[in-house]
DNA sequence: GTGGTCTAGACCACA
DNA sequence: GTGGTCTAGACCACG
């Protein structure tokens, strides 16, 4: 199952453990994984991906760090309960920052307004906030 | 006036030029700088900001490589007329990467879908896309 | 192997950066490197030409802009699948006026139109179009 | 008349003095430009074009020095008398030159061997070799 | 004065 | 080991 959740893209620009993040941080965000969930070892996902047990491992402590996930010795790692840590004026400062930064790229890159908006839309059905309904998806 | 348009952190992890590139592509995207209008001068700007020069000029090539601007040899550099050149379905592949993976952030923020959607409108308001009415922003 | 393919002409006007960019494109459209080769390190490479590394690394960056090239972090730099970005119109108006410049200068050359067009089939057997068979050249 | 022929883009990245070489270059090799027809006056091109004086001058003191024109004193720069000054093996491996960055270009631009070819055919009847008939273009 | 190229050398991040 | 960033400073070409 997480085969088809965790991909990576060798040729993007973005560093693999980077990647890892985003995709675990997604994955969790679209309710794929939940809270509780094990996320499969460093070396059985290194295997996977054929990528270094390294990478696997530096991308897991990135997310232990921001609190997505928990490790427990010898058990594994797993999706944690979710937890806030930034102070609310950070979060919506943090998220009109990205919004400026991709909505100028949106303009260059030739699109308009309503193709924004539509593809806006789209987006928020992919993912679940905090007081959504719970059943996961499929 | 262009001080108060390009500013940099140098204490950010994101490179100076990328900034730079990325202050630039935001105030073209927001009607802060229309096609034509002249970028500060290279060493101006390295002076002004106290960067090195080459990084202001790297910058500067980037965005003539993105089709952002156009430099002149011994007049200057400045802001190109818009022109598209990617197609449509990879204009719109990169929008929806880039709202995923802000969204998803934004889950993790631990912000409301209500949050995302005022935040959205109001940067929507901040940005000009092609054929808005073309009164320069204050 | 590459030694014989990436060279550079330090007494051209062309800048040195240039004429890397477009000694590895010509290597690709001839088949002389092919999507996934592993081009040299840049510090490998400017050991080999002698050449100040943040020159092959300028060319590198170039290359990976106009997508001929994908860079990994800590892999090296390899010869991207081939993909178009630009829109028909905008290939074919560029492909005329290279073609309008070239023969405007064949005729200053005082070249005949059966010289040009003998010249023009040659250089047309040593380049492979996409779809062409993938036989690697020797 | 010359209004329509010499033409120039100040947004190019090729140097505005070039471009009115290639300009000139190309109203002789398409027979718009004739042996002994007289160009405009430096200043009175530097007004109409709206550049500097200095860079038509350069333009044509390099014109000159090709021997695409001569200069008399007192009456003007005209247009002079095909003369042949490259040996021919010099002036085909220039032609080769040029063809294979012309088409290692197009095969990155996406282009098929068909739009080449079309493209050449069309971009040759543009232009008017040494033994050509020689009614002026239009 | 403008931007562009190149060198030299330091330092960082990724795998 | 890989590529990427930044600084410092020299030199060139264009207008």
Redesign the interface.
């Known amino acids: 199952m997480t085969q088809s959740i965790l991909r990576v893209d060798?040729?993007s620009?973005e560093?693999l453990f980077a990647q890892l993040v985003?995709a675990v941080?997604?994955a969790?965000?679209?309710g794929k994984l939940r809270p509780g969930d094990k996320l499969p070892s460093v070396r059985e996902l290194a295997a996977e991906l054929t990528i270094n047990p390294n990478t696997i491992a530096k991308a897991y402590a990135a997310l232990e760090g921001?609190g997505?996930t928990v490790s427990r010795h010898g058990s594994g790692t797993f999706v944690a309960d979710?937890r806030?840590t930034?102070r609310r004026p950070e979060?919506?400062r943090?998220?009109?920052e990205?919004?400026?930064?991709?909505?100028?790229?949106?303009?260059?890159?030739?699109?308009?307004?309503d193709?924004?908006?539509e593809?806006?839309d789209?987006?928020?059905k992919?993912?679940?906030?905090?007081?959504?309904a719970e059943e996961r998806k499929p």
Do not use: I, N, W, Y
């Not at 990205?98 to 308009?112: K, Y």
């Open positions: 060798p040729s620009a560093p985003a941080k997604r969790v965000a679209t921001e997505v979710r806030v930034l979060q919506k943090r998220l009109r990205g919004l400026d930064a991709l909505l100028s790229d949106a303009v260059h890159l030739g699109l308009s307004e193709d924004v908006r593809e806006f789209d987006a928020m992919r993912v679940r906030f905090e007081g959504d």
